[in-house]
Structures are given as structure tokens and as C-alpha cells.
């Protein structure tokens, strides 16, 4: 069984809005922390948004308020709203579990865990 199932992405113009979604095993969905982390052509792999299994979520500062994670509980699936899509957001998607957090004294990072979906490419452009 895969773990990880993604859909949704596309193609979109600035501004418009997209939604993806991930269905988990039960397992996976019901004790890990689940997210999404995102790859732009020649960057680095960047996390973009988790959401707990207690539904607690918190999203990298260049998508607050624009992209929102919620938890299906009914279908073990989490989703990502993403709203004022820009360019800079183009990328492939991948959603990831268990998204572990590591805190120093000044600061808070969030790295994958094991469990990758497919991927599902995201291209903002008019």
C-alpha cells in the first residue's frame, strides 16, 4: 500500500487558487504530524505547512496567510488551500509524515520524515 497519495495541482494564473490533498494510511494519519514541503526548479526541498493530529497547524512565513492546511478526519486526509498563488510559488508539492520539529535557543526548523507522496506539480503563470 502506498503511504502517501497526493492530487490536485495544476496550472494557474497570479492570484488564482489552488487545493491539494493527501490521503495517509490510517496509521500514519492518525499519529503523525502531516505536511507539505515544496521543490522550485534549482532550489532546495522547503517546507511549506503542517497540521498535527490534534489539527494544531503552522505554515512558512511566505505562504501565512495565503495557504491553509486542514485535516479530513473521515477520509485520513489532510488538505492545502492555497489562495494568491503567485509566481514564486511554482513547484512541485510533495506531502510528507511524520514532519518533525527540531527548536534551538533562537530558533524552530521542521524537516521530513520518511513517508514521501508522488508529488504534484504547482505552475503559477499568466
Known amino acids: 500500500q502506498v503511504p502517501l497519495v497526493e492530487s490536485g495541482g495544476g496550472l494557474v494564473q497570479p492570484g488564482g487558487s489552488l487545493r491539494l490533498s493527501c490521503v495517509a494510511s490510517?496509521?500514519?494519519?492518525?499519529?503523525?504530524?502531516m505536511g507539505w514541503f515544496r521543490q522550485a526548479p534549482g532550489k532546495q526541498r522547503e517546507w511549506v505547512a503542517h497540521s498535527t493530529p490534534g489539527g494544531a497547524a503552522d505554515y512558512a512565513q511566505d505562504v501565512k496567510g495565503r495557504f491553509t492546511i486542514s485535516r479530513d478526519n473521515a477520509k485520513n486526509m489532510i488538505n492545502l488551500q492555497m489562495d494568491n498563488l503567485n509566481p514564486d510559488d511554482t513547484a512541485v508539492y510533495y506531502c510528507?509524515?511524520?514532519?518533525?520539529?527540531?527548536?534551538?535557543?533562537?530558533?524552530?526548523?521542521?524537516?521530513?520524515?520518511?513517508?514521501w507522496g508522488q508529488g504534484t506539480q504547482v505552475t503559477v503563470s499568466s
Open positions: 490510517e496509521n500514519i494519519f492518525k499519529f503523525y504530524t
Open positions: 510528507n509524515a511524520p514532519v518533525q520539529q527540531t527548536v534551538t535557543s533562537d530558533r524552530r526548523w521542521y524537516t521530513p520524515g520518511q513517508y
